[in-house]
Nanobody
């Protein structure tokens, strides 16, 4: 069982920045692929970004150039740095963990690629 806890959400003005953190328990964090998803009110959950166990990063088109995913294996934490935030980035952001062996090529964008999820952290961007 892996516990996943997100933090760092909040209210920010358009154009501002936030850094989300995700702490995942587990003895072999360095072997996990880690992802971020988000769900806006009335919409389906959508993919944001992934960092593989090897450190390779992948982004949704909406995140490219504005968001950066990174990890600190010693701290068992993955980060999502979000810059140039827009009102349409408002959502609950979820961290996802894949504890099964990393699969080259993913599919990182699918919910079922991941095994554990956090409870989410709210990000609100005001215009």
């Amino acid at each position: 069982q892996v516990q996943v806890v997100e933090s760092g959400g909040g209210l920010v003005q358009a154009g501002g920045s936030l850094r989300l953190s995700c702490l995942a328990s587990g003895r072999t964090f360095s072997l996990y692929d880690m992802g971020w998803f988000r769900q806006a009110p009335g919409k389906e959950r959508e993919y944001v970004a992934t960092i593989s166990a090897s450190g390779t990063t992948f982004y949704a088109d909406s995140a490219k150039g504005r968001f950066t995913i990174s990890r600190d294996n010693a701290k068992k934490t993955v980060y999502l740095q979000m810059n140039s935030l827009k009102p349409e980035d408002t959502a609950v952001y979820y961290c996802a963990v894949r504890v099964r062996a990393s699969s080259r090529g993913g599919p990182y964008v699918r919910d079922d690629y991941y095994d554990y999820w956090g409870q989410g952290t709210q990000v609100t961007v005001s215009s």
